[in-house]
């Protein structure tokens, strides 16, 4: 929020900086004006033009300080937006890092057809236990075993679906 403040602040500074060189620029071109009308020629009596003896510089420098200004605030509140996007990406990616975690540390726990079936039904929730015994390549008797002790653990959910039954993950992993 400190970027955001502080940008919209700039931006005011770079505002005011603006209108004030500008308010100044009228107000010479007013006098020259004046003493133009006056003379009725913008020549002085020793032949310099009152156009030609006109610096300029300090006008544009006024301009570019307050363009200056003005962009460093408009980066500033983009900057804030941008680091909070940032920030966001990384607790997404520290939650699926501590989600990684967990399920390693209850693979530990598991055998090896265990940890073929869960991460068969971690990939595709839902998934039919026909499709699941083709894709880990358990025997029928074999797979009904496991997924019975991962029911008892409390890691799966069997739903009947048809002549076969989908498989669930009941934990967030």
Same mark, same amino acid.
């Given at each position: 929020?400190?970027?955001?403040?502080?940008? #919209? +602040?700039?931006?005011? /500074?770079?505002?005011?900086?603006?209108?004030?060189?500008?308010?100044?620029?009228?107000?010479?071109?007013?006098?020259?004006?004046?003493? +133009?009308?006056?003379?009725?020629?913008?020549?002085?009596?020793?032949?310099?033009?009152?156009?030609?003896? %006109?610096?300029?510089?300090?006008?544009?420098?006024?301009?570019? #300080?307050? *363009?200056? &200004? =003005?962009?460093?605030?408009?980066?500033? /509140?983009?900057? $804030?937006?941008?680091?909070? $996007?940032?920030? &966001?990406?990384?607790? %997404?990616?520290?939650?699926?890092?501590?989600?990684?975690?967990?399920?390693?540390?209850?693979?530990?726990?598991?055998?090896?057809?265990?940890?073929?079936?869960?991460?068969?039904?971690? $990939?595709?929730?839902?998934?039919?236990?026909?499709?699941?015994?083709?894709?880990?390549?358990?025997?029928?008797?074999?797979?009904?075993?496991?997924?019975?002790?991962?029911?008892?653990?409390?890691?799966? =959910? %069997? $739903?009947?679906?048809?002549? *076969?039954?989908?498989?669930?993950?009941?934990?967030?992993?």
């Amino acid at each position: 929020m400190e970027n955001k403040k502080l940008g #919209i +602040i700039l931006i005011v /500074i770079g505002a005011a900086i603006a209108l004030t060189f500008y308010a100044i620029k009228i107000e010479h071109d007013s006098m020259l004006d004046k003493i +133009i009308a006056q003379q009725t020629s913008c020549f002085l009596e020793d032949g310099t033009c009152l156009h030609a003896g %006109r610096n300029v510089s300090w006008f544009i420098f006024g301009w570019i #300080i307050s *363009t200056a &200004s =003005a962009s460093l605030g408009i980066y500033l /509140i983009y900057f $804030e937006k941008s680091q909070k $996007e940032i920030i &966001s990406a990384l607790e %997404r990616h520290k939650q699926i890092k501590v989600e990684e975690e967990k399920f390693g540390i209850l693979q530990k726990a598991m055998s090896e057809e265990e940890k073929c079936v869960v991460n068969a039904v971690k $990939e595709q929730d839902g998934i039919t236990q026909q499709t699941l015994r083709l894709r880990t390549g358990l025997h029928k008797s074999k797979l009904s075993i496991v997924l019975g002790e991962l029911e008892k653990k409390g890691l799966i =959910a %069997r $739903e009947d679906k048809g002549k *076969t039954k989908q498989v669930f993950l009941k934990i967030n992993i």
